[in-house]
């Protein structure tokens, strides 16, 4: 874990000296699971004006480096709102962009949301905080507000120097769920990611490959996980397996989740 902490135009400039700071330092941290930027001023707003001369100054010098050196998620304060951004990259949504969540609303008078802006995944007027479970190569994001309650939750799984966005599960947490694996199609060598709820922690889960004539090559998995995010390594040659498509079948309980993917030689 690294932590960088900036001064968005309060006694430091955003342009500059801290911007060089910046790129040297995410730099020396290329492989590193978690960085997390956290500054005051954000570049995305949820309240403020989209085009204040602080807020465009961290998006035109700070979010460009952010997206070279593989962050993928930052902190941000300022508006007194809670948000969670879309994955941005390049200005746009982005499967493999940055995520930005804050707005910094804990011990304040909360400001109404914009939801209107193309950029927001979720915002609202309220008092909360960020938690955050670190784990090797994920992590599980949770906003709480102050009467304990989740009022966001997603994953994010880690891919070398990719990041899948898992769901929101807080709406639906009596069920496992499957991510697609990266790459696909791939070769020799795939990710695959899931999420295990919360009501299914310490408790067997199973992840196999199938034939799609149905036929069982692999079992990956057969053992009791705990709940949040996990990342299995398939490495196809380990299993003498043709070029052709596959089924990855997960299960808990009665739970099944299948999805398909594609091996080429």
């Known amino acids: 874990l690294s932590i960088i902490v900036l001064d968005s135009n309060h006694i430091a400039d955003i342009v500059g000296k801290q911007a060089a700071w910046l790129d040297k330092e995410l730099g020396t941290r290329t492989g590193r699971p978690h960085v997390f930027p956290i500054y005051h001023v954000p570049a995305w707003p949820s309240h403020r004006d989209f085009n204040n001369v602080h807020i465009r100054r961290v998006r035109e010098n700070w979010v460009p480096l952010f997206e070279k050196h593989g962050v ?4 941000e304060n300022h508006d007194h709102t809670f948000k969670r951004t879309k994955p941005i990259r390049g200005g746009m949504e982005h499967d493999q962009g940055v995520i930005y969540i804050g707005d910094g609303a804990w011990g304040v008078g909360t400001r109404q949301t914009d939801n209107s802006r193309w950029y927001l995944e979720n915002a609202g ?12 190569d994920s992590r599980l994001v949770e906003a709480i507000d102050r009467d ?3 009022i966001d939750r997603f994953s994010q799984i880690i891919f070398d ?3 899948v966005n898992m769901p929101d ?11 697609s694996n990266y790459p696909n199609p791939f070769n020799p060598v795939t990710q695959i990611p899931f999420i295990v709820p919360e009501s299914a922690d310490n408790q067997r889960v199973s992840l196999e ?10 079992t990956l998995l057969n053992e009791n996980l ?4 996990h990342l299995v390594t398939f490495d196809s040659r380990n299993h003498n397996l043709t ?11 009665r739970d099944v989740r299948v999805r398909s993917m594609q091996l080429v030689k």
Not at 211 to 218: D, E, F, M, N, W
């Open 226 to 229: 705990r709940a949040g995010p």
């Open 125 to 136: 007027p309220y008092n909360h905080f960020w938690s955050i479970t670190l784990y090797n």
């Open 169 to 179: 599960l807080t709406g639906n947490p009596d069920k496992i769920f499957l991510g």
């Open 148 to 150: 304990g309650n989740t």
């Open 209 to 218: 490959i199938y034939t799609v004539q149905g036929q069982r090559v692999a």
């Open 161 to 163: 120097n990719n990041v």
């Open 72 to 75: 993928q998620l930052a902190f």
């Open 243 to 253: 070029s052709g498509m596959y089924v990855i079948r997960l299960q808990q309980g």
